[in-house]
């Protein structure tokens, strides 16, 4: 059984700019939620996508969007990146959209803003 | 909104001791709450989960206490050990679809 993994683990980009981050989910697990945790804070919910549909989502601004494929893997897009964008972005797989139990996260993806 | 909070943000405990990380949360219509570890670098790491039905659950050298009189969580880690110096955090859920995190508390476990 695989674990969830995203990719890149690390990058920086510039003011302005649009980023794409990758989550493949846990084996077996068709639901996804993306949160960002800024540096010494808990994570906060961006958005659930569950069956290719956003299922829910948080008080984060139009600029934060999301992709799910068929396979259940899903992508976070960012446009117009702000210096506050800067954070660990986190990408957690669930079984069934709703009350997410049996969370599993990954080792998030690490985003600098400069 | 949600309000998750922790009333310590760091504890240091001897090799062995027990721990005691406390978490205290606003909604009382939260039925779901889940503790989770996270190491430098990692994401979070689920521990042991309780829902808002019982007050008591043990897990291997873990026990979570859910008071919901008071609105407040707590997690016990028996016979701490070093590869327990983490941040922990409390999440709870009301039946929607996203967690809602405190702010964690920092645990340093002095050898």
């Known amino acids: 059984e695989t674990g969830v993994t995203q990719s890149p683990t690390h990058l920086i980009k510039t003011r302005g700019q649009q980023v794409t981050l990758r989550c493949s989910s846990q084996?077996?697990?068709?639901?996804v939620s993306w949160y960002q945790q800024a540096l010494g804070q808990g994570p906060q919910f961006i958005f659930q996508?569950?069956?290719?549909?956003?299922?829910g989502r948080g008080n984060f601004p139009p600029r934060f969007s999301g992709l799910q494929f068929p396979n259940y893997s899903s992508e976070l897009n960012v446009n117009a990146l702000e210096l506050d964008d800067s954070a660990l972005y986190l990408c957690?797989?669930?079984?069934?959209?709703?009350?997410?139990?049996?969370?599993?996260f990954g080792s998030g993806t690490r985003l600098t803003v400069v | 909104g949600e309000s998750v909070g922790l009333h310590l943000p760091t504890l240091s405990v001897q090799e062995g001791d027990n721990s005691i990380i406390n978490c205290a949360y606003s909604?009382?219509?939260?039925?779901?709450f889940i503790w989770y570890k996270q190491e430098s670098g990692k994401g979070p790491q689920f521990i042991i989960d309780?829902?808002?039905?019982?007050d008591k659950r043990q897990g291997q050298r873990v026990t979570v206490l859910l008071n919901k009189t008071v609105k407040h969580l707590s997690l016990q880690i028996a016979a701490t050990q070093p590869g327990d110096s983490a941040v922990y955090f409390c999440?709870?859920?009301?039946?929607?679809?996203?967690?809602?995190f405190g702010t964690g508390t920092s645990l340093t476990v002095i050898p």
């Open positions: 957690a797989s669930s079984l069934g959209g709703g009350q997410p139990y049996g969370y599993t």
């Open positions: 084996s077996g697990h068709n639901t």
């Open positions: 996508y569950y069956r290719e549909e956003e299922n």
């Open positions: 909604n009382s219509a939260s039925d779901y």
């Open positions: 309780i829902r808002s039905n019982m």
């Open positions: 999440a709870e859920n009301n039946a929607g679809n996203q967690f809602y």
